[in-house]
């Protein structure tokens, strides 16, 4: 497994990249273009800052695709256990304007975030709100959050969070920063 430690990353950009499994500790990325989605698999963070404008992003808690769902997996599932009980914080994700940005395998209640646009969805309170019927209480416009909802639950982490694309056009940000709200509203995004 890779390890990164003590880097400053400003104004860069990747091209077509993934990453990980990987270790970073005292990491700052600010302002970074991607071309395309990038992908972090299975990337253990520790005090690692996202700032400025941000492409599009998605974090893993999978090794890789060949781990998906299988034993090869399970190391990696394990050793994200015992390295996040001793970590103060993992990521600070606050002044990060994402265009996409997706995040799983990381403990929510380790991200540091901007309340009005990121919102932390918790397991317990998730179970409790998501009952038959809940959709019904959102716009139908609202979709990607309660397909989130689901991946979510299904994943079988405590928390996660959930981030709206501040950096993408208007008509795609407006509505799901609209949608973060509604989860707000009905109790299904813990209170900040």
């Given at each position: 497994m890779s390890e990164v430690r003590r880097v400053e990353l400003i104004d860069c950009a990747?091209?077509?990249c993934s990453t990980g499994p990987l270790i970073a500790?005292?990491?700052?990325?600010?302002?970074?273009?991607?071309n395309d989605l990038l992908i972090m698999w299975s990337p253990y963070l520790d005090r690692v800052v996202l700032s400025g404008e941000i492409g599009k992003m998605k974090i893993t808690a999978t090794a890789d695709p060949s781990t998906h769902g299988n034993a090869k997996q399970k190391p990696f599932d394990e050793y994200r256990k015992q390295f996040y009980s001793s970590v103060e914080w993992a990521l600070d994700i606050s002044k990060a304007r994402f265009k996409?940005?997706?995040i799983r395998g990381v403990p929510g209640r380790l991200i540091r975030r901007d309340t009005e646009s990121q919102v932390l969805i918790t397991r317990e309170r998730a179970l409790q709100v998501a009952t038959p019927g809940w959709e019904q209480q959102l716009d139908p416009s609202n979709k990607l959050w309660p397909f989130m909802v689901s991946l979510f639950l299904g994943d079988g982490d405590p928390d996660t969070v959930f981030v709206a694309p501040l950096g993408a056009a208007k008509a795609k940000r407006d509505p799901l920063l609209k949608g973060l709200q509604e989860l707000r509203r009905i109790g299904l995004a813990e209170p900040d």
């Open positions: 990747t091209n077509g500790s005292d990491i700052r990325i600010s302002n970074l273009k991607t996409e940005f997706d």
